[in-house]
């Protein structure tokens, strides 16, 4: 199976900051590469889809971007509706595989 | 609007069965992939299945093969996940989700778009 390792498990942020969150795959997924963010208690929202493009209804502070096997979830002037969990997901092959979580809070 | 409502959790004690429902409505649901991932209680998420638009294929994580079955009724737009032989490392919350292709200029991607507000599962004695 392909692994995701997400980086980093938890930040602690304020409002305006710029965040980025990473996830290496471990194996080539080109450009197979899903962000979803969580909010307690509800399901998970796609964000990204395609490493990079933005999915219809999400703010255009939120970016995607990928340099060899790492890719990367911008949040610029972040607001606090942000905070929750964001999720990586490969699907370049099965089984689909999550990152394991980076969980995003307020300072 | 897509809606995606499961049903079917609930408590159940090992080695039984549970069948969990996903009624869609909002869009044309035999139209799309479904599929089902779940997430154990403070985990991360996990994809469980996989079914094509027509049901004729399927495809499973290994630790549910041969125990789990999902299939679908495209006449009542609704989907099923089938659970035998439960162990308690099937405890979670099941979403039911709506795979959804999207082409882009670099390429076509199937994305699990959609998602439904979960069914909790607990497998214990």
């Known amino acids: ?107 | 609007e897509v809606q995606l409502v499961e049903s079917g959790g609930g408590l159940v004690q090992p080695g039984r069965s549970m069948k969990l429902s996903c009624a869609a409505s909002g869009f044309t649901f035999s139209s799309f992939p479904m599929a089902w991932v779940r997430q154990a209680p403070t985990k991360g998420l996990e994809w469980v299945a996989t079914i094509s638009t027509s049901g004729g294929s399927t495809y499973y994580r290994d630790s549910v093969k041969g125990r789990f079955t999902i299939s679908r009724d495209n006449a009542k737009s609704t989907l099923y996940l089938q659970m035998n032989s439960l162990r308690s490392e099937d405890t979670a919350t099941y979403y039911c989700t709506r795979v959804r292709l999207r082409r882009v200029h670099e390429g076509d991607y199937y994305v699990m778009d959609a998602w439904g507000q979960g069914a909790s599962v607990t497998v214990s004695s």
């Open chain 1, 1 to 107: 199976d392909i692994q995701m390792t997400q980086s980093p498990s938890s930040m602690s942020v304020s409002l305006g900051d710029r965040v980025t969150i990473t996830c290496r795959a471990s194996q080539d997924i080109g450009n197979y590469l899903s962000w979803y963010q969580q909010k307690p208690e509800k399901s998970p929202k796609l964000m990204i889809y395609g490493a990079t493009n933005l999915e219809d209804g999400v703010p255009s502070r939120f970016s995607g971007s990928r340099s060899g096997s790492d890719y990367s979830l911008t949040i610029n002037s972040l607001e606090s509706e942000d905070t929750g969990i964001y999720f990586c997901l490969q699907h370049k092959q099965y089984p689909p595989t999550f990152g394991a979580g980076t969980k995003l809070e307020l300072k």
